[in-house]
């Protein structure tokens, strides 16, 4: 990291030192990978809950794709809005009161969540697990950045990279096999035990981390966290709303995302010239930290969006239930599980530049060949082209995170570790808009030559969403209009693969174009040492 930027934090964190205080490490790490785990896979773990969500009550909420967008973008929205302050307000009260606050709220809304009525209640209540997720995150990088010296605290963030990679792709498979067996409130009720356990081995395990010296920690930049949060809202709102609508420049989705985009380019302005900025912009001088936050931001774009655009394909147009439906996503896990131990090596062996951009190619091509999957395509060509997406995302995480981390000083472990996570939830959170809108907008634009003309109301939920399209085909079925039936639950499967395609394409095109800009940006293996 280049002198020229100011730490951003005024005294270094560190943990408590003396006889009988010296921190268990592993006992620590294992508590803290319980929060990371349960934090990371929850979000995950709600897209193979979205096909029964979409169902009429009792066994769903009748949501439409719009709902599901923001089931999903109204957690990793609030996550994302608040992490910047939330590391920063870690540095100033201790990370441990804030990861034991953030686990307790997490269990609270989980608990709500499972028993939400509608589709805007559950929205409510994963925006409240999105504010305790933002509490948790942070803490949990500078509990393990103050805690563990030298060679350790590397081993440790590499731990925690992989965690956070996995539990993303493990949480259809636990999502699955719950809703084979329960209700989809299952999927977030889950979390009570785990929270219960780990917030009585929090108080007994972890230390504290305070700063040293005498000196006020750094004040807090309230305008910058609220600029940033609203601006992210208005262009997310805005991609979500153009979706809906299937109309990208009309007044009700237009006016928030020119909104949101204003607000964001007012929060880059004002963190430019405030003396104490939530986010330092003068961090991307450095062209490794800029291409690193670039890299992880659309891993996450991908990541998040496509897992939405597979849970439809693998139980609506494919008929698997929710189990199969998880373990089909099994081959991305076992590949992250598989290349990001050897991760480390080869960045030791190439640099951190060839890694990345060869992660980031291969994850294209994954995605091209997932593009050419239909109805009839064979599971296990699927099952491949998944293997390969995941093998790049295992190849552009560890190195992404390790970038961001080590550009920034080790006494802003709270700033460090919310950057990182800010990235990965802003992409995440963009990546569910753009790539749900994509998809919205082209199955919409399929089907609405076979639902017209039966009726506002059935008209009105074949086209909220694949689900609701072959939902109508039921209901017309059971009336005895089997062939009216049969031609709107073709057209079903058949416009959501052409839309599905287009999705798949457009999540291509955005990873080549970063692994262009990455491969000219990111310094090559000499800077690198």
Not at 15 to 24: L, S, T
Not at 112 to 130: C, E, F, K, Y
Not at 135 to 158: D, H, K, Y
Not at 195 to 203: D, G, K, N, P
Request: proline residues 5%; hydrophobic residues 50%; positive net charge.
């Amino acid at each position: 990291m280049s002198a020229s930027v100011p730490a951003a934090s005024d005294l270094p964190l560190r943990a408590p030192e003396g006889p009988g205080r010296e921190p268990r490490h592993t006992l620590v790490l294992v508590v803290v990978l319980a929060a990371v785990l349960m934090v990371s896979m929850d979000n995950s773990i709600l897209n193979v809950a979205l096909k029964t969500l979409a169902e009429p009550a009792p066994v769903g909420l009748g949501a439409d794709h719009g709902r599901l967008q923001w089931a999903v973008d109204s957690y990793t929205l609030a996550y994302a809005g608040l992490l910047l302050g939330s590391g920063l307000l870690g540095d100033r009260v201790g990370h441990k009161k804030l990861l034991i606050a953030g686990i307790a709220l997490f269990g609270v809304a989980s608990a709500l969540s499972a028993n939400a009525r509608t589709p805007d209640q559950l929205i409510g209540l994963r925006a409240l697990m999105g504010v305790a997720g933002s509490l948790i995150m942070p803490a949990t990088l500078a509990i393990i950045s103050a805690v563990f010296p030298g060679e350790r605290r590397t081993r440790a963030l590499g731990i925690w990279t992989a965690v956070v990679g996995v539990a993303v792709a493990l949480g259809p498979i636990i999502g699955g096999a719950l809703l084979e067996r329960f209700w989809w409130g299952a999927v977030f009720l889950v979390n009570v035990p785990v929270v219960l356990v780990t917030l009585v081995a929090m108080f007994f395990v972890l230390p504290d981390t305070r700063r040293s010296g005498t000196a006020p920690a750094r004040r807090m930049d309230l305008p910058g966290i609220a600029l940033s949060g609203l601006g992210l809202l208005g262009v997310v709102y805005g991609v979500i709303k153009a979706g809906e609508l299937n109309d990208w420049t009309g007044r009700d989705a237009g006016v928030p995302l020119a909104a949101g985009l204003a607000l964001l380019v007012t929060f880059v302005l004002w963190e430019r010239h405030v003396s104490q900025p939530a986010l330092d912009m003068r961090y991307f001088r450095e062209r490794g930290f800029a291409a690193a936050a670039t890299s992880l931001g659309v891993l996450y774009f991908t990541l998040v969006g496509g897992t939405f655009v597979i849970t439809f394909y693998l139980q609506s147009v494919r008929g698997y239930g929710p189990l199969v439906t998880g373990v089909c996503v099994l081959p991305l896990a076992a590949s992250l599980i598989i290349f990001a131990p050897r991760v480390p090596k080869l960045v030791t062996r190439f640099g951190v530049r060839a890694v990345c951009t060869s992660g980031l190619a291969v994850m294209a091509a994954g995605l091209i060949g997932l593009a050419t999957v239909d109805r009839a395509t064979s599971i296990w060509v699927f099952e491949a082209y998944l293997f390969v997406f995941g093998a790049g995302t295992a190849h552009v995480h560890p190195p992404s995170t390790g970038t961001i981390v080590s550009a920034m000083p080790a006494e802003e472990s709270g700033a460090a570790s919310a950057v990182n996570n800010t990235f990965r939830q802003v992409g995440a959170s963009l990546g569910a808009a753009v790539l749900g809108s994509v998809l919205n907008a082209a199955y919409h634009t399929r089907i609405g030559p076979a639902v017209d003309g039966l009726g506002e109301g059935r008209e009105g939920q074949a086209s909220g969403s694949v689900a609701g399209t072959l939902q109508v085909a039921d209901d017309l079925a059971a009336h005895g209009r089997d062939l009216q039936a049969h031609t709107v639950a073709q057209a079903a499967y058949g416009g959501f693969v052409q839309a599905m395609r287009i999705t798949w394409v457009t999540a291509a095109v955005v990873v080549l174009v970063t692994t262009v800009i990455v491969y000219l940006v990111m310094p090559g293996r000499t800077a690198d040492a």
